[in-house]
């Protein structure tokens, strides 16, 4: 699996000799939490205008385009004393997350139950990234039913995922 720290949005990685470890940020507390990092999918080019550039001078974003984007978490820490979290990605028009934020994956609610440390979820972006091509910033927020007292989370986007969860028994045959 690829890793870019480019596209880390909560959390962060760092890369000692043949290792790698993974920090995450804080969910503590209730309601709508906004990851620390933010991913500008503008080029900070502008297309010319003219026969070639049907839509003028306005750079075209579609992170949805081609290969299957996932929204990819870790619990870095348990999280306890909420009800459930919920982790989305989301577009919208400012870095500081509040100005026509549109979800566009979703893990659902997922029990406190299940927020054990190391547990890993996945919320695939949507290919039409909502129907609206042009938002600019994408980022990550998880909503918090109750209060989480403790929890930490580690969050990027990529193409693939990992599955390390299946295990075959030695000498059974994978057909």
């Known amino acids: 699996m690829y890793n870019d720290s480019a596209l880390t949005l909560a959390g962060s990685i760092t890369y000692p000799a043949g290792a790698y470890t993974l920090a995450g940020q804080s969910i503590i507390g ?3 939490i906004n990851s620390a990092n933010v ?3 503008s080029s900070g080019a502008t297309l010319p205008t003219g026969a070639y550039a049907p839509l003028g001078s306005a750079q075209v974003r579609d992170a949805g385009a081609g290969f299957g984007n996932y929204l990819r978490l870790q619990l870095t820490q348990a999280v306890a004393g909420a009800t459930s979290v919920e ?3 989301i577009q919208h028009d400012d870095t500081a997350q509040s100005v026509n934020v ?4 979703s893990t659902g ?3 406190v139950a299940s927020l054990t440390s190391g547990a890993r979820f996945l919320a695939e972006i949507s290919p039409r990234l909502g129907g609206k091509l042009g938002q600019r910033y994408l980022s990550m927020r998880a909503v918090v039913t109750g209060t989480a007292t403790t929890g930490a989370v580690f969050a990027d986007l990529g193409t693939e995922y990992q ?3 299946k295990f075959y028994s030695t000498g059974s045959a994978v057909v």
Do not use: R, W
């Not at 549109?102 to 994956?105: D, E």
């Open 39 to 41: 991913i500008d999918l």
């Open 102 to 105: 549109n979800v566009v994956g």
């Open 87 to 89: 982790f989305q990605a």
């Open 163 to 165: 599955d390390g969860a």
């Open 30 to 32: 209730s309601g709508t």
């Open 109 to 111: 609610a997922i029990p």
